[in-house]
């Protein structure tokens, strides 16, 4: 059992260009989570999704900010346009339904040149 | 929306000695989760405990739901157990997120 895998663990944009970020979930898990990590901050919720749908997108940005979790595939959180505030951790953790469970990715950093 | 209160902020601890961290909340919750993140950024699932006591290892973890707060004990401290420390809980209207607190800090010197 891999665990819950991202990829990838660096990435490195410039200004306006677009960021893709990618969550395996764990085998059996059907529910994802993204959660944002500011430099010395704890972690936001972002979006919950399960398989093609969104179940909680509260903490999702309302610009540029969008997230899919196709049937077939990892989950996607993509950031068009990223700007220098964009610059933080972005963790994936899946589990079977509830909060019961949750595992963690190693997450994403981004960091917007 | 619901508050996650961590406290102490920061600690620092010699090799061997006890501690314990405490999270507050302001509401109901049906879940509470204690996490560690080590200095490599990586986030380790401590505890599932939204009510009672649990133990594992020198860690065990009580949470009091009718009063609001969880406490996380780690004793016989070890430099490995550095890093962050989040009490995360997951609000009544659960759709699966948790709200996350602060975070302690403990650097554990040898």
């Known amino acids: 059992n891999a665990g819950v895998m991202q990829n990838p663990r660096h990435l490195v944009r410039r200004r306006g260009q677009e960021a893709r970020l990618r969550c395996s979930p764990m085998k059996g898990h059907s529910h994802v989570y993204w959660y944002r990590q500011l430099p010395e901050e704890g972690l936001k919720f972002m979006v919950y999704l399960q398989k093609e749908n969104i179940i909680d997108e509260s903490g999702m940005p309302k610009e540029r900010f969008s997230a899919e979790f196709p049937k077939e595939g990892p989950s996607i959180l993509r950031i068009q346009q990223v700007v220098r505030g964009d610059s933080a951790a972005y963790f994936c953790?899946?589990?079977?339904?509830?909060?019961?469970?949750?595992?963690f990715g190693s997450g994403t950093r981004l960091t917007v040149v | 929306g619901i508050q996650v209160e961590q406290s102490p902020p920061d600690l620092i601890l010699q090799e061997g000695a006890n501690s314990t961290l405490r999270c507050n909340f302001s509401d109901s919750v049906n879940n509470l989760q204690w996490f560690h993140q080590n200095p490599w950024g990586q986030l380790i699932n401590l505890f599932y405990i939204p009510s009672g006591t649990k133990q594992n290892g020198r860690l065990s973890a009580t949470t009091v739901a009718t009063e609001r707060y969880s406490l996380l004990y780690i004793s016989s401290s070890q430099t490995t157990d550095s890093g962050v420390y989040f009490c995360?809980?997951?609000?009544?209207?659960?759709?699966?997120?948790?709200?996350f607190g602060q975070g302690t800090t403990l650097q554990v010197k040898p």
């Open positions: 953790a899946s589990s079977t339904g509830g909060s019961n469970g949750y595992t």
């Open positions: 995360a809980v997951g609000p009544r209207s659960n759709t699966g997120k948790l709200i």
